[in-house]
């Protein structure tokens, strides 16, 4: 094996926003993340729901002028019987 090929291995820090710490070794470094298996909705099975009904009455709030609108345009579309 050559000498000197491998790169430097050292134990490193990895530090969550949530304060969970991991050692292990990475050329990196000691680094830090936001989200970690002790904090993510995917592991703990916790799902935080953001503001949804908010999102749903500016959705509808957006579009319940157009609604009408669209309505209008396709029985302006069809040919009128006399």
Excluded: Q
């Excluded at 957006?62 to 029985?75: D, E, I, L, V």
């Amino acid at each position: 094996m050559k000498p000197e090929l491998h790169p430097v291995y050292p134990p490193s820090r990895i530090t969550c926003a949530c304060g969970n710490v991991v050692e292990t070794k990475s050329t990196r470094g000691s680094f830090s993340v936001e989200v970690c298996s002790n904090c993510h909705p995917f592991f703990t099975g916790k799902y935080k729901l953001l503001d949804t009904a908010g999102r749903i009455d500016r959705f509808k709030k957006k579009y319940a002028n157009n609604a009408p609108a669209a309505k209008k345009g396709a029985k302006a579309a069809e040919p009128e019987k006399a």
